[in-house]
């Protein structure tokens, strides 16, 4: 049984992808988006979504964020959670991006391999595919950094890493603070490349053995330790009510800059 919260036609499938011209922007393959809670595990999700409209094999995926001083901070934090659970141990970084993060664990000494069918260069140590349940490496730990919520079926996805792994060793997931989002943006913050969106209980109701979990970019982010061995389905927790007044703020602002002749955007990067 699903709660439908906010809906949306015709929105683009990718928000990372960096387009050459307008003409090519305003060709961009576009989708439906119909955003719910689920009455069992508590999640909210985009019903509308679907997976075979979204190819991380494109041209000019740009999801990085490390020009940002801020950023760098916050991956120093990251990299002291690591430091905390998985050092000495080997580590596979799934949806590893430009691998910035895998190569500041290599140069941390860890030992580190990433996977990511989006990746751009030459790196050993990054394969540009997709993981599959029948990876015959094995690792002890396991990064997700804003993988999750890109994925349909995260639980068949979290099953499939604990299989692959033997139903062994700790993983560390990181995502979007849904709760973040919705009190700072509201509704515009739902976009057709997340499918799913999370709050801090449902990572947690994730699994049986949390280690650690909590916030990190001044709430932006939430991040857990646990398990791999100990993974459940979720439970409902608490009820999400949709923020749509930042959205509605967001039609009367588009609506002036219509009928002005020049207009300026400033802080729009990331």
């Known amino acids: 049984m699903q709660k439908i919260l906010y809906t949306r036609k015709n929105t683009p499938v990718f928000a990372a992808v960096l387009y050459d011209s307008i003409d090519e922007a305003s060709k961009a393959k576009v989708g439906d988006m119909q955003i719910v809670q689920d009455r069992e595990s508590g999640v909210v999700f985009n019903a509308a979504f679907r997976q075979e409209n979204v190819e991380y094999k494109v041209a000019n995926y740009d999801a990085g ?18 430091k905390r659970h998985f050092k000495g141990k080997k580590i596979l970084e ?17 030992d580190i391999k990433g996977m990511d069918p989006s990746f751009v260069g030459e790196n050993p140590l990054i394969s540009k595919e997709y993981f599959t349940k029948d990876s015959k490496e094995k ?3 396991v990064i997700l950094r804003h993988v999750l919520e890109h994925i349909k079926d995260y639980y068949g996805f979290l099953c499939d890493i604990a299989a692959a792994n033997n139903n062994q060793g700790l993983v560390y997931i990181e995502v979007p603070n849904l709760d973040f989002s919705n009190n700072h943006f509201g509704a515009i913050d739902f976009y057709y490349e997340h499918v799913n969106y999370f709050r801090l209980e449902n990572l947690e109701s994730l699994f049986d053995k949390v280690i650690e979990s909590g916030y990190i970019f001044g709430g932006e982010y939430i991040y857990i330790v646990a398990n791999l061995d100990s993974i459940k389905k979720p439970r409902f927790k608490s009820e999400f009510i949709i923020n749509t007044k930042i959205d509605s703020n967001i039609a009367m602002l588009a609506e002036k800059i219509k009928k002005t002749n020049t207009s300026v955007l400033w802080g729009g990067g990331g």
């Not at 949806?95 to 941390?108: A, M, V």
């Open 65 to 82: 964020k490390q020009s940002s001083g801020v950023f760098k901070n916050v991956l120093s934090e990251i990299l002291e959670i690591i």
């Open 94 to 110: 799934i949806g590893c991006g430009d691998g910035y993060f895998l190569e500041i664990l290599e140069q941390n000494s860890f």
């Open 139 to 141: 690792f002890e730990c």
